[in-house]
């Protein structure tokens, strides 16, 4: 795979500050000039939204379970040329997956494109 800087914002739970340090992240890094591509893992459409207007590129939605692994490389690839750094906001907590695996989790696209993950962790 070509090397792409990624990074990907997981939390330990649904609702714990994912989108908040996402969307700041991706706000911070286009204000510093860098050109950010973002992602969404999971079949969400909200969150792209908002990607889309803080970055000014489209944002994708990367399911492996949808669209297989293969294709979540091939989307990433294709939809991060000509970036300087992609980021990849997370879906529920960083192993929940369908049917109780990890199976299409942040983790396991962590997997598939071999990306570090920064885990959100809320410290009420």
Do not use: W, Y
């Amino acid at each position: 795979m070509v090397h792409i800087p990624r990074i990907i914002i997981a939390g330990v739970h649904s609702n714990c500050g994912k989108t908040t340090v996402a969307r700041g992240l991706m706000a911070a890094l286009v204000r510093r000039g860098l050109t950010v591509q973002p992602f969404k893992i999971g079949p969400d459409f909200i969150d792209p939204s908002h990607h889309t207007r803080i970055c000014g590129r489209v944002s994708r939605n990367l399911d492996p379970i949808i669209m297989g692994e293969s294709e979540v490389i091939s989307t990433f690839v294709r939809a991060s040329q000509g970036a300087d750094i992609a980021i990849i906001e997370g879906v529920m907590g960083m192993f929940d997956g369908v049917d109780g695996t990890q199976e299409g989790s942040s983790a396991h696209v962590s997997k598939i494109l071999d990306a570090p993950v920064i885990l959100v962790i809320p410290v009420r």
